[in-house]
C-alpha cells in the first residue's frame, strides 16, 4: 500500500509565501516523477509543476519564476515554495507521484488527498 501525505497548506496574504510538502510511504520500490497539481472551485485539475528523478523541473507558465519544486529522493519527498502568491493561486493544491511497487511492475500514478492553499487578504 502506498500513501501519498501533504502537509503545509493554509491561509496567507498576497505577495506572500507558503511551502507545500508531500511525502511518499508504503511499499515503494522506484519513483518516477514527482510534481504538484491544483483544483480550483469550477476548474479542472491542471500540473502546477512536476520534477524528474533526476531533478529537472517543469513549471505551467502561471507560476514561473514564483514557484519552485524540488525533491529528496533518499526520503521519497517533494516540496513546493510557492513565493509572490496571487489571489488566483487559491485552490486544493495534490501531490501526485509515479511508483513503481516492486520490480517487473509498471509505474502507477498515486494521488495525495489535497491540502487547501488560500489567498487573501
Known amino acids: 500500500q502506498v500513501q501519498l501525505v501533504e502537509s503545509g497548506g493554509g491561509l496567507v496574504q498576497p505577495g506572500g509565501s507558503l511551502g507545500l510538502s508531500c511525502a511518499a510511504s508504503?511499499?515503494?520500490?522506484?519513483?518516477?516523477?514527482m510534481g504538484w497539481y491544483r483544483q480550483a472551485p469550477g476548474k479542472q485539475r491542471e500540473l502546477v509543476a512536476a520534477?524528474?528523478?533526476?531533478?529537472?523541473?517543469t513549471y505551467a507558465d502561471s507560476v514561473k519564476g514564483r514557484f519552485t519544486i524540488s525533491r529528496d529522493n533518499a526520503k521519497n519527498t517533494v516540496s513546493l515554495q510557492m513565493n509572490s502568491l496571487k489571489a488566483e493561486d487559491t485552490a486544493v493544491y495534490y501531490c501526485?507521484?509515479?511508483?513503481?511497487?516492486?520490480?517487473?511492475?509498471?509505474?502507477?500514478?498515486?494521488w495525495g488527498q489535497g491540502t487547501q492553499v488560500t489567498v487573501s487578504s
Open positions: 508504503g511499499s515503494i520500490y522506484s519513483i518516477l516523477n
Open positions: 520534477i524528474t528523478r533526476g531533478g529537472n523541473p
Open positions: 501526485n507521484a509515479q511508483i513503481k511497487w516492486r520490480v517487473g511492475v509498471a509505474y502507477e500514478a498515486y
